[in-house]
């Protein structure tokens, strides 16, 4: 399907969809975030463009980004930007009623979104999350280079926002280019997709002009100076930009700095501040163009669905930061990594379902790989289970030009309107397509039907009518609770900081490598 | 699968197979019931009698009055382990704990020993229960076992051995490096290099945490004929060698037709011969389901029936017929083997169970066959990717048969991996697996290559 999609983009010289919804939650007021990083030294920042306001954002540059204390600075700048927008959300709560498995909770009513551009630019914040979270603040009469007090829970909070982005089907951060090719299939590489500017000229591209030539204008286009017109998305930056524009602006800075007269420095940090501000807004504005282009999408049913177990997340978040815990170690113990993975494993089987439902030309993409069906049932036959109370158990037969691959015994779902769980269904037969006829598929209903002796009235479907049963089961649970970090087994080195080779905190990797003559050189 | 150690050794006479894995067993068990370790592990390569030493080391284990939880990956090898166990010794009381939506195959029904329960309370007073490993995670506050066997323990993840290990005091690993590793249908990159990187494989975790666990390898391999051993050790095995426990002349494969001259007949003839066909097809960049190959693929197994198949093996004096049931196709992707058993049907061959087994490598783990016809999982692709390279993944596929496996495939494969040398990341703390795919893939396709029949259809 998506090979077919981008086939079909590359002959008609624009993107075609890839979705006929919208799968992902966009906000109201969503909170943009356009880091860009110095060359040279890995991960510094070099400005950002922030701000839940289109014509509004918070720029903030460091004029010179080897300069620590002003790296600080920065920090200091982004946390006062982001951690307002996320405190917002923090006191607005609903009351979650209690259930079986839970008391009675509070859930944020709504959680902030963060949208950075690519997906560099999201492990960015991760980079970002890691090495602000743990720095000393102004609060630590020891620290040597203390940084303002915010700057370690704005740490904490990237953190979680990028941990939380590992989850299939989250959204409160979320890369622009991956949202754009989740809708779109262009006629590029998956690799020239990151660039935002590009994807963009696929999806929309200016009056007068087509997709490939929109989308090579933003990749390699360059005005009188050389300076490309749409700039790299970052964090990385242009080295054309770096090497002819930024380093002599640098230099005049550096230079004014020294000689420590108050005018030059001020223009040279204009300089450098508005040289930084031009490479970031056509990335601003791009990615706002890209919120514009999603928001057209209808929202897919199931996606405040999922929005709510990022609201979950957030809240979960909130709490541990207000009773006080300990930022996020450096690396997960056993228990918890394998809670992660099974966490995203269920989310993405989840997720998998869910799309379909939500999106005809996905379940077509589902059915073309044998794994969901679709027909006109030929008929129907009532049977019963065997038991003292005899079940409604009807046989339908389904025509259908899909090729599902189940074998007998298989079990399968179909979606039924007003009720919230799929109804559930054994596969008895699948005779492949012979000539002209199609494929046919014998199923038997087995729920779904109410408790009676009959089945409810609309359980079970007619002679005549369209079917859609998947081999999927719609609402994936997921698995057994695993032991407390306290129990980890021996297999797995015991218990963290038990000692030895044991799990978390005196791992092999925390003891400092051994200084060699290599780290003089 | 194990015979006794009354088989002759090979044409030299040196190498007695049956006195070697003798000793290997003896070995195992030695560690496992008076050995101090916590854990034992053993390493098996393809058809070297693994279950046979599972069904071993668990009457053994309960004949010196312990009781003990057995550890597998799927039902069907569960319901496998538990009708071995119990037709070696069907007095010895069995539990087969199992899902409440899962109920264990009727053929169990047949041991009067083995009792089926969902709940582990009903099953506390057997010797042995048996379950799959996604079971006994939900296994909770129970008194511990003091013995468990996990089968399988390469394919089984580390998040599950996690789960369950809380459940027994000591446990033998029984499992075949060389065969494909768990997997996770999300990224777990970010765990890569610790030691309990949740998506490796349990024993990778348990030998990181427990260095001086005693591990034992089984040296003879039943299944594997005398033409396909050195192969597949020496691909995929290369610093654990085992050999074959059949001599050269101990196996034959013959047919009463002779072959017609055409392209799947020659390769069937040349495989009956040396143990190994390569059908190679014209050089061309194909869909997945490239309907030619595919085609071929089935003609070869149409032809493999229609000449009257027999095999002669060290099994019984009289020859067997080849029968459908003993005749597998392996493929990587489902929608391959889709595509084989569509055409099979075209040609009246009946795919499933009872006829042909066609399925994806990852399906044919553990199972065994006479022939095998293999769709090679690089041929007709552009790329080679890590999925395609995955040395497991070969391994399987070449591992599964007694007498003869014929590769169909597109010409061009040996270039395309020279175009395609591993690019995958290495990352720190992470142990680097030998041999990588890529090289294996050149050490059998060199091979094959001696047992080439060109073809065009």
């Not at chain 1, 922030?50 to 004029?63: K, Q």
């Not at chain 1, 009513?109 to 960015?124: G, H, K, S």
């Not at chain 1, 009676?452 to 479907?461: A, D, N």
């Not at chain 2, 048996?130 to 998040?159: C, F, G, L, N």
Request: hydrophobic share 40%.
């Amino acid at each position: 399907m998506n090979v077919l999609a981008r086939a079909e983009a590359v002959a008609r010289g624009r993107a075609v969809p890839a979705a006929t919804v919208r799968h992902h939650r966009l906000a109201e007021s969503p909170l943009v975030f356009v880091p860009l990083t110095t060359a040279g030294e890995a991960g510094a920042p070099l400005g950002a463009m922030i701000g839940t306001e289109r014509t509004a954002p918070t720029v903030l540059v460091v004029p010179q980004p080897l300069d620590r204390a002003q790296r600080f600075d920065f920090f200091a700048g982004l946390a006062a930007a982001i951690l307002p927008a996320i405190e917002e959300y923090a006191d607005d709560v609903e009351t979650e009623p209690a259930t079986r498995n839970r008391e009675e909770a509070e859930v944020c009513a709504d959680a902030p979104q963060m949208i950075v551009p690519n997906a560099a630019a999201l492990e960015y914040v991760r980079l970002l999350g890691r090495s602000t979270r743990y720095l000393r603040t102004v609060e630590d009469p020891e620290a040597p280079h203390p940084v303002p007090v915010p700057v370690p829970l704005l740490g904490r909070w990237l953190t979680h926002l990028a941990e939380r982005a590992r989850t299939p089907g989250s959204a409160l951060l979320v890369a622009m280019t991956d949202l754009l090719t989740r809708h779109w299939a262009t006629g590029q590489s998956a690799m020239e997709d990151q660039h935002l500017g590009g994807l963009l000229g696929w999806i929309d591209p200016p009056p007068g002009m087509d997709g490939p030539a929109a989308a090579a204008r933003a990749q390699t286009g360059r005005d009188r100076h050389g300076l490309l017109l749409s700039p790299p998305a970052g964090p990385a930056t242009d080295p054309v930009f770096d090497n002819r524009v930024l380093a002599p602006a640098l230099e005049r800075y550096d230079a004014a700095r020294s000689a420590g007269t108050a005018g030059p420095l001020r223009v040279a940090e204009a300089d450098v501040r508005r040289l930084v501000t031009s490479q970031l807004q056509p990335t601003w504005d791009d990615v706002w163009h890209g919120v514009d282009l999603l928001r057209a999408l209808p929202e897919g049913a199931h996606v405040a669905e999922r929005w709510k177990r990022d609201r979950w997340s957030f809240t979960g978040h909130r709490d541990r930061v207000r009773a006080g815990e300990p930022p996020q170690p450096k690396r997960d113990d056993a228990v918890t990594a394998a809670q992660k993975l099974a966490g995203r494993e269920t989310a993405q089987a989840r997720l998998f379902a869910q799309e379909a439902l939500d999106d005809p030309l996905v379940m077509a993409a589902r059915r073309l790989g044998g794994e969901a069906f679709a027909g006109t049932v030929l008929a129907v036959e009532m049977t019963y289970s065997e038991g003292r109370r005899p079940m409604p158990r009807p046989v339908l037969t389904v025509a259908t030009p899909d090729v599902p691959q189940a074998d007998p015994g298989a079990k399968a779902y179909r979606a039924l309107p007003d009720t919230r769980s799929a109804q559930s269904a054994e596969v008895l037969d699948v005779v492949p397509a012979r000539g002209s006829a199609e494929c046919t598929v014998t199923v038997k209903i087995t729920g779904g039907m109410g408790t009676g002796k009959l089945p409810r009235e609309g359980s079970v479907p007619e002679v005549g009518e369209r079917v859609t049963f998947t081999l999927f089961a719609h609402d994936p649970r997921g698995g057994p609770a695993l032991p407390e970090a306290e129990a980890t087994p021996w297999t797995h080195g015991g218990p963290p900081g038990a000692g030895g080779t044991g799990a978390g905190g005196t791992g092999p990797g925390d003891v400092p490598d051994v200084v060699t003559a290599e780290d003089f050189l | 699968m194990t015979r006794g150690g009354d088989q002759a050794g090979g044409p030299g006479g040196r190498f007695d197979p049956g006195a070697e894995a003798a000793a290997a067993t003896a070995a195992i068990l030695d560690s496992t019931l008076h050995g101090t370790a916590r854990g034992v592990v053993v390493d098996s390569p393809p058809g070297a009698g693994k279950s046979t030493l599972v069904v071993r080391a668990a009457r053994e284990l309960a004949a010196a009055g312990e009781r003990l939880m057995i550890v597998a990956q799927t039902n069907a090898q569960v319901d496998d382990l538990a009708d071995r166990l119990a037709t070696a010794e069907p007095t010895l009381p069995v539990g087969r704990l199992h899902g409440a939506d899962s109920p264990p195959d009727p053929v169990l029904d047949r041991h009067p020993e083995v009792m089926k329960s969902s709940s582990v309370a009903d099953l506390r007073d057997r010797t042995v229960v048996i379950a799959t490993a996604a079971k006994w995670a939900y296994v909770k506050d129970v008194e511990p076992w003091r013995h468990a066997i996990v089968d399988e323990a390469y394919q089984m993840r580390s998040d599950a051995l996690l789960q369950v290990a809380g459940l027994f005091e000591r446990a033998l690993f029984v499992g075949d490096p060389g065969q494909l590793d768990p997997f996770s249908v999300v990224g777990a990159e970010q765990w890569a290099g610790l030691s309990w990187d949740p998506s490796a494989s349990a024993v990778l975790t348990l030998l990181a945490h427990n260095p001086g666990l005693p591990q034992h390898r089984l040296p003879v391999s039943w299944r594997l004929p005398a033409s396909a051993a050195p192969l597949v050790s020496r691909a995929f095995y290369p610093y654990t060698p085992f050999r074959s426990g059949t001599g050269h002349g101990d196996r034959r494969l013959a047919f009463g037709v002779p072959g017609d001259g055409g392209g799947p007949d020659r390769v069937v003839d040349e495989a009956a011969e040396s143990g190994w066909g390569l059908l190679e097809l014209p050089a061309r960049h194909t869909p997945r389901t490239d309907p030619e190959a595919v085609r071929a693929v089935a003609a070869v197994v149409r032809r493999l029936l229609d000449r009257g198949g027999v095999t002669y093996s060290e099994r019984g004096e009289a020859p067997a017929p080849l029968t459908a049931d003993r005749i597998a196709v392996g493929t990587a992707h489902r929608d391959q083997a889709a595509a084989v058993r569509g055409a099979l049907a075209e040609l009246g061959v009946r795919a499933g169970p009872g006829g042909v087994a066609v399925d994806t490598a990852n399906r044919l783990q553990g199972r065994e066959f006479d022939v095998t016809v293999v769709l090679h999982p690089l041929s007709g692709r552009p790329d080679a990717t890590a999925f395609h390279l995955e040395t497991g993944r070969l391994c399987v596929l070449a591992s599964r048969h007694r007498h003869a496996c014929i590769v169909v495939c597109r010409a061009g494969v040996a270039d395309l991996l020279d175009e395609h040398p591993s690019s995958e990341p290495v990352r720190l703390g992470v142990t680097v697996k030998f041999p990588d795919g890529w090289e294996a893939n050149h050490a059998v396709l060199a091979h094959l290559a001696e047992h080439r029949v060109s073809w065009r259809p």
